[in-house]
């Protein structure tokens, strides 16, 4: 074919994947993580040592020809544990030539970005450890990230030792139970690039290795989200961790990861002698015939390594079908979002007689303040669904503009003062929440409840509306309803600011953001 190069591209450089004919080490020989032997790659072994090195004469060779066929080329990557190729730099201009040369395969390199004490509990995580009395001791996890705080009481070293070899990387970020931390600097990443935990950027990675594996019985202090939090414990509570930090690069989405420092991170995770490396980040899905990083988490699960993934978290705006790379890899784990069966939130309570005890902690889901006085006496909360329009129809619940310009915050059917000195109840969906708010407070509301229309929890507005409010779930929406039906749309709460544990019970309920199938082509 023909590789088009757009004109404003032509003076620049580009950086892609460029494959070669023989298989990387391990996929050499026919392994396969579901073979008769699961026993992980020894890159050390001498076996595998020769094979490397045959390998690295053919890299130095294809260099050889490359540089000379191409003179803007430049190297800056070598892969042989997992894929067999080179990352290559060079001037967009010279890319047809470099498709024109006949290596096995040249591919773009892609941008990625990052997609607990009640958590193990919702995939019995305790009753199998109960049962099997597996808490994770002697396995080792990869997480590939933005870096593991040791700082973190989740993490303390206290009645761990090194395994021999360890530890491995930067000795600023390592201790007895986090052994290994590695950086892999993106091109524009800068010097903190170079750091393999870097405090004021890294928080997800941190969050990431606490679920797989934070010690047992840990207590988080309170925060500004939560009040002190005890019993918290990682699913494997006494596997070691490992630190490969990969989203580093800065963007006005925040730090990304592209494909060349992914897999070097996943090669270098897997020469560590890692169990288990887990991604937490995703992309688009692209050719899979052509995506060296689906390869990567192939030959991963043949050298013995289990890898897991994060689905993604697309499906809120682009529905099924959403599972991105490397999550669609057939010898993935590929894992989706569940609810907890806890929310830490304020709490709204309905204070009507005979409201009953499903709605005396409802979570109010918000990312700004709740009047004061909202605590202190009953607030009438109106259906806005039960209002008559001026249209002489019923109000639509999802409040929203009429015609093509729904989010004209002067086309609505509220009368004026309908809302007055009340709470307006409306639902999500159709319009923005800005345009929402902007109605019921033209209509005299002083604040807003809008019930989610995802299933799970209730999300959070991400925006400061015209008046205060928060979230609720659909399912707390449809029994707050039921309860203000008989009273003509009407009832009474108050909503405590104060964050707090509320216990659900809904644990288990694939969230309405995270991605789902099909994952394999």
């Not at 941190?206 to 500004?224: D, F, K, L, Y």
């Not at 809302?419 to 209509?443: D, P, Q």
């Not at 509306?465 to 309860?483: Q, Y």
Request: hydrophobic share 45%.
């Amino acid at each position: 074919g023909t590789a088009a190069i757009p004109r404003g591209h032509r003076e620049g450089r580009v950086r892609v994947i460029v494959g070669l004919a023989a298989p990387p080490l391990a996929a050499w020989s026919g392994r396969a993580l579901q073979g008769a032997s699961r026993a992980k790659l020894n890159v050390h072994a001498r076996a595998s040592q020769r094979y490397v090195a045959t390998l690295a004469a053919r890299q130095r060779a294809a260099e050889a020809r490359l540089e000379r066929a191409i003179t803007s080329a430049r190297v800056t990557l070598r892969y042989r544990v997992l894929l067999n190729a080179l990352a290559v730099e060079l001037a967009y201009r010279d890319l047809p030539q470099l498709a024109r040369l006949g290596f096995a395969r040249v591919s773009a390199d892609l941008r990625y970005t990052l997609a607990t004490n009640r958590s193990p509990d919702v995939i019995r995580a305790a009753a199998f450890s109960g049962l099997k009395g597996l808490r994770g001791d002697g396995i080792k996890i990869g997480v590939v990230d933005d870096g593991i705080d040791t700082r973190n009481p989740f993490f303390a070293p206290a009645g761990y030792a090194y395994p021999a070899g360890f530890p491995r990387g930067s000795n600023q970020w390592v201790n007895a139970k986090v052994i290994v931390a590695k950086s892999f600097p993106g091109p524009h990443s800068g010097a903190q690039g170079r750091e393999p935990f870097v405090p004021n950027l890294s928080y997800h990675g941190t969050h990431v290795a606490g679920i797989a594996a934070g010690n047992a019985g840990t207590t988080a202090p309170e925060g500004p989200n939560h009040p002190v939090t005890t019993g918290l414990s990682g699913v494997a509570p006494r596997a070691w961790l490992g630190n490969y930090r990969v989203f580093n690069e800065p963007t006005p989405i925040g730090h990304v990861a592209n494909t060349a420092e992914i897999v070097d991170a996943f090669e270098e995770a897997v020469a560590d002698g890692m169990d288990v490396v887990n991604f937490s980040g995703g992309g688009a899905m692209g050719d899979p015939v052509n995506d060296p990083l689906l390869e990567a988490v192939a030959n991963m699960a043949k050298a013995g390594v289990v890898p897991v993934v994060s689905a993604g978290n697309d499906r809120d705006d682009f529905g099924f079908g959403t599972v991105g790379a490397p999550g669609v890899a057939e010898d993935a784990i590929s894992v989706a979002a569940t609810s907890n069966e806890h929310v830490f939130a304020p709490a709204l309570r309905a204070t009507a007689p005979g409201a009953p005890a499903s709605l005396q902690q409802v979570p109010f889901v918000t990312a700004f303040p709740v009047p004061q006085a909202w605590s202190r006496a009953d607030m009438t909360l109106v259906d806005v669904g039960t209002i008559m329009g001026t249209n002489g129809a019923a109000v639509d619940r999802r409040l929203c503009g009429l015609g093509a310009e729904v989010n004209d915050p002067t086309s609505s059917t509220l009368p004026p003062d309908s809302l007055s000195g009340v709470i307006a109840l409306v639902s999500r969906g159709v319009c923005t929440f800005a345009s929402k708010g902007e109605r019921a407070r033209a209509a005299g509301a002083i604040g807003i409840v809008v019930v989610d229309n995802r299933f799970g929890e209730a999300n959070t507005i991400p925006v400061e509306l015209d008046v205060p409010g928060g979230m609720i779930s659909d399912l707390d929406g449809a029994t707050l309803r039921a309860l203000m039906a008989p009273s003509g749309g009407r009832t009474t709460i108050r909503v405590d600011g104060a964050v707090r544990e509320i216990v659900t019970g809904r644990s288990g309920v694939i969230t309405s953001f995270s991605s789902a199938a099909p994952t394999n082509f």
